[in-house]
């Protein structure tokens, strides 16, 4: 009966590809909104925009800090 | 509607999944909660059934039983949680796993063909509830203060960026989680529904009323289209099902998780 | 046709996918607990004891396994040394027959030369003792016939009775004497 081995360390599966799109979106939306509230405030345009690539740019620093340091 | 009178189209939307009271005055006994209610009645009478008796020599029911009950119990809970705390979860995380499972398939069931996830209530509901026993139990096992360092500092982030990753750790665990699990389960059915409906319906409206040979026999290759993605969406329903249990689990593992 | 049966939510009001139903919410919280306690109450423990004993059964299974095998072995042993046993009596028992074979042999084959001389002994005793009987009896035989005979010839009795030994006597050796000469030289030849 399987039930009784120990576990292997989970294998990468379709919740952790989930979980990386999670952080994508978190990071848009966090410096996405930053930009969008900055620029409201400044009357610019362009800060919304940066601040989705800056986010998006960040998350993948944080998934390969946090994911590509392991293997 | 007679066959040969070119009529207005119109095209399936939000409004096709509006579900009137099943009886007159009862506002809120509708399909979803029929459905519902009667996957729990399927769920409970099953396993019920499947484990009362349960021996050392399972019997057939047993049998198919223990292998949903050990799918949801080995293949998600316990690779996600780890073996130590697993068991804990188990009971919640089968109940959901086989609830949406159901209600899902129940898309494809004849006479139902109705899933209940493409009412949002739904999908927000089972969201909340995995994002509050996560939450709670992160909280349990570290602390209040403990758990919000863990669910804010990501592991292995150099210090000076880390001021830059705590917004993102943050809004991705405790915001971005539970709306992108509630609204991918929801759109997907509610968007599979849709689609179902314009192949199903756009194929009946050209045999049947668009009144034009070449358009019908277009219809009838739409109407067989509908019928191949009707297969496409069971597996869909299934993995949806499957993939907000496991990311349910995921999150339960990594708020209890010691290092992060 | 099926958009026709399904109308709008509420007159005039756009139906917004992303809002809610208040019931729906209630229910879904209700089901869920519920399948959450059904589940936590009857299904897992059941399962959960039936794993637990599928597994002591396994266990026990394999404990009794162990024992049968401990048995075998144990009775294994018992055997062959009761079979190394057996062969070393038997090794024993031929020995002994073999030695009792060889001296019963040596016994019967001294008994038999015994019996053997004992019966040539015998026979040559009889022989002898004829043997002089016949000669004794020769001997007056030969007497008697010599002397009637030379009396006859000689016409006269010879009365004289000392005279008479006297002569037969004489005869009797020179014969004895020519008799062994011949002997000696039929059994040279």
Redesign the interface.
């Known amino acids: 009966m399987s039930e009784h081995q120990d576990p292997k360390p989970s294998p990468p599966n379709a919740g952790d590809g989930w979980r990386v799109l999670s952080y994508l979106i978190g990071g848009v939306v966090v410096y996405g909104g930053i930009g969008f509230g900055l620029d409201r405030l400044f009357g610019t345009q362009f800060l919304l925009p940066v601040g989705i690539v800056l986010g998006a740019g960040l998350t993948i620093a944080l998934l390969h800090f946090r994911y590509g340091s392991k293997s | 509607m007679i066959a040969g009178v070119p009529t207005e189209f119109t095209p399936p939307g939000p409004e096709s999944f509006d579900t009137l009271p099943i009886i007159d005055g009862v506002d809120w006994f509708t399909k979803p909660v029929l459905v519902a209610a009667l996957s729990v009645v399927v769920i409970v009478w099953f396993f019920w059934g499947a484990s009362r008796k349960a021996a050392v020599v399972p019997s057939k029911l047993q049998f198919a039983g223990e292998l949903g009950y050990n799918f949801v119990r080995n293949s998600i809970a316990r690779d996600a949680i780890g073996s130590a705390e697993y068991m804990k979860y188990v009971p919640y995380l089968t109940g959901l796993f086989f609830f949406i499972l159901l209600n899902n398939v129940a898309a494809t069931v004849p006479l139902i063909q109705f899933p209940t996830f493409s009412h949002v209530g739904w999908a927000y509901v089972a969201a909340i509830m995995s994002w509050v026993i996560y939450n709670a139990v992160g909280i349990r096992k570290h602390g209040a203060w403990g758990y919000f360092k863990h669910q804010t500092m990501p592991a292995g982030v150099p210090a000076w960026l880390m001021p830059l990753m705590i917004p993102i750790e943050f809004i991705s665990n405790i915001l971005v989680r539970p709306v992108s699990l509630s609204l991918r389960l929801f759109a997907n059915m509610f968007a599979g529904h849709i689609l179902l409906l314009v192949f199903v319906l756009g194929g009946e409206y050209m045999v049947f009323e668009a009144g034009s040979i070449g358009l019908a026999g277009v219809g009838v290759v739409t109407f067989l289209m509908g019928i191949a993605i009707a297969g496409l969406e069971l597996f869909v329903q299934c993995i949806q099902a499957y993939i907000f249990v496991v990311l349910t689990a995921q999150y339960i593992g990594s708020a209890i998780a010691e290092d992060h | ?3 026709m049966v ?4 509420e007159a005039g009001e ?12 209630i ?3 209700v ?2 607990v ?7 109450k ?3 423990p ?6 637990a ?3 002591a ?2 266990e026990g299974g394999m404990n009794e396994a162990k024992q049968a095998q401990a048995e075998a072995k144990a009775a294994l042993e018992k055997y062959n040394a009761q079979l190394a046993e057996a062969r070393q009596e038997a090794a024993r028992i031929r020995e002994d027959a073999r030695e009792q074979g060889a001296q019963i042999m040596a016994e019967m084959r001294e008994k038999a030369v015994v019996e053997a001389d004992r019966i040539v002994a015998h026979a040559r005793t009889q022989i002898d003792a004829e043997r002089a009987q016949a000669v004794a009896s020769l001997r007056s035989e030969v007497g008697t016939m010599a002397t009637t005979l030379a009396g006859r010839i000689v016409g006269e009795s010879l009365e004289d009775e000392a005279r008479q030994r006297r002569t037969v006597e004489r005869f009797l050796a020179d014969l004895e004497a020519s008799e062994s000469a011949r002997q000696a030289v039929g059994t040279d030849g």
């Open positions: 046709m099926l958009t399904l109308p709008l939510t756009e139906a917004n996918p992303l809002l809610p139903h208040t019931a729906e919410i229910f879904g919280f089901f869920l519920l399948l959450a306690i059904a589940f936590a009857v299904v897992v059941k399962f959960e004891k039936a794993y004993d599928r597994t059964a396994i």
